[in-house]
């Protein structure tokens, strides 16, 4: 069995491949030939900490396994990292388990990856501003994902707490250094939103994060950090105006605040929602109608993005040598 670290990580994949990873590995989703069901959640201290268990099998990217990720709102009062996880992966030919990766990395180059991927298609050419709500992890690889499809010449991060703005700094300067110099920060969403011409959400809150009225014409807004029932980072005045896809539409309708909430008070309802990202990628629908109109992205992470980029790291750690080989006897 092959493990795979951060540091590993970091040297066998780049934002752009991942890009191109969860692009490909929700075509194969969305023309249903993956298998991804409803990811299980283990309330072990409800409404603060979650484990939840992601499987997956991509039999044309043969990418076969499973995620333990688990997201403990209590470990910010212990100064260790909210969101932590692991990535197994098992042989699709013989079911044997062939790999374990950093899941907590892989994770936020996957949900930065299919940012970056929905941004390809939904935000104006001429983007330049970027504005993440969020100063966790996650945060640092939606700029990064972002920036990889768009020129984008300023990143404003807000966060109500200042604390989290050196680390951000610290995160971007060494895994992503050419964004370096384009950050700028704010605890106060308001000015930054006016400017913005995309806004990536990634917090775990309750409360929408900005007033609809703050948002330029043409913004495309991505929202991967709420991912319950309960959870509602974007407000719901804002959706119901824009053009919404999603990564899944079953585990989005079932999972994602953002789009439940609007729906069960009537100002969204299901056939407003253009799409699956994968039916967009393969040029189905557009992404945007006009210069003008609002978009939405919405992911609640999907198992077929883990799975996609875990298989195409291992086969290059093995091509390269990289990664320690583990015998579980």
Sequence with gaps: MLALSRNDLRQVLTMQQCIELVKSAFVELYQGRAEVPLRLGLDVDPGKDVTLLMPAHLPDMKALGFKVVSVFQSNSERGIPVTSAMVC???????????????????????????????????????????????????????AGIAAVR??????????????????????EQDWPELAAKLSFATDAEDAVRSADIICLATTSKQPVFDPAWVKPGTHVSGVGAFTPEMQETPEGFVSQARVVVDMKEHALAEAGDLIIP????????????????????????GRT????????????NAVQDMSVAAFAVKQAYELGIGQSIDLG
């Design 89 to 143: 992966l098992v042989d699709p030919e013989t079911g044997v388990p062939s790999a374990i990766l950093n899941g907590a990395y892989l994770t936020q180059l996957r949900t930065g990856a299919v940012s970056g991927a929905a941004a390809e298609y939904m935000s104006r050419e001429d983007a330049h501003s970027l504005v993440v709500i969020g100063g966790g992890a996650q945060g640092v690889t939606q700029a």
């Design 151 to 172: 020129d984008i010449t300023s990143i404003t991060v807000v966060d109500k707490f200042e604390s989290s703005f050196p680390r951000f700094r610290t995160a971007i």
């Design 263 to 286: 729906l069960q008070n009537g100002s969204l309802r299901e056939e407003d929602i253009a799409g699956e990202l994968g039916g967009m990628v393969l040029g189905e629908f557009p």
């Design 290 to 301: 006009s210069e003008d109109e609002w978009t939405f992205f919405k992911s609640v992470g």
